[in-house]
């Protein structure tokens, strides 16, 4: 086993919690905005276009979602927006409620600092808005702990697509085999990670949004973790 030189993250439900509480924080948010352009929209048809939003990539090869379209979407659930105006009130909303929503446990701060004078790190994460990514990864201190932030939105494709893990190894000049990614969701994460030569660590901490059981044939993770407390001491046990 070659020895490891860079640890890389996913984001939600890896280093934050990203489940039903901030879920609902968009919901609310989206909600208000169809509200002050006098537009309603029934709870049940919300939820359910919205959970159809989030695995619409998984059923596509990979594309990821747009995210201008995947919110005029929601916006034409409750009526015809011809000049987009709605449209765009609606994804600041949700950018600005994504910001708001999230929290780091002070731990995972110093987690990073520690494992960045070992290692290097990089950061992927499954999102189709980058702004909200990178502006949450700044207010919260943690981008400047990554050499490199790479979003599916920028890519044009979410995980276990080969090109989010490619545009990482690329932008980092990776060798996969010195790599190990840390994430909690079995398809986007494990099995891409695996598929791209790299170790993965499955992080079982948080209420997840999108669940994948795991299929025959599939790889099984180097490590699973019940929390990402865990992680230090499993690296390591790897030197």
């Not at 993965?200 to 699973?224: K, L, M």
């Amino acid at each position: 086993m070659a020895k490891l030189s860079t640890v890389l993250f996913d984001y939600g439900n890896t280093l934050i919690a990203f489940g039903p509480d901030q879920q609902l924080a968009q919901a609310a948010a989206m909600t208000e905005v169809l509200s002050q352009a006098g537009l309603s929209v029934d709870e049940d048809k919300l939820t359910a276009v919205r959970k159809d939003q989030i695995m619409r990539p998984y059923r596509s090869g990979g594309k990821e979602n747009v995210f201008e379209e995947v919110c005029r979407e929601v916006v034409e659930l409750a009526g015809p927006d011809a000049s987009g105006e709605i449209t765009r009130a609606l994804m600041m909303a949700r950018q600005k409620a994504f910001i708001e929503s999230v929290t780091v446990n002070p731990e995972v701060l110093s987690l990073l600092e520690r494992l960045g004078k070992r290692y290097r790190l990089g950061f992927l994460s499954n999102y189709p808005c980058s702004h909200s990514i990178v502006s949450s990864l700044k207010q919260l201190g943690m981008h400047d702990f990554f050499e490199s932030v790479v979003v599916s939105a920028d890519v044009g494709f979410a995980k276990p697509h080969p090109d989010t893990y490619g545009t990482l190894i690329k932008e980092m000049s990776l060798d996969p085999a010195e790599a190990v990614y840390v994430g909690d969701n079995w398809l986007a994460d494990v099995q891409g990670a695996k598929r791209a030569g790299m170790r993965a660590i499955w992080v079982r901490e948080h209420i997840p949004y999108e669940t994948f059981e795991p299929e025959p044939g599939d790889i099984q993770p180097d490590a699973e973790i019940e929390s990402l407390s865990e992680l230090e001491s499993l690296l390591n046990s790897w030197a």
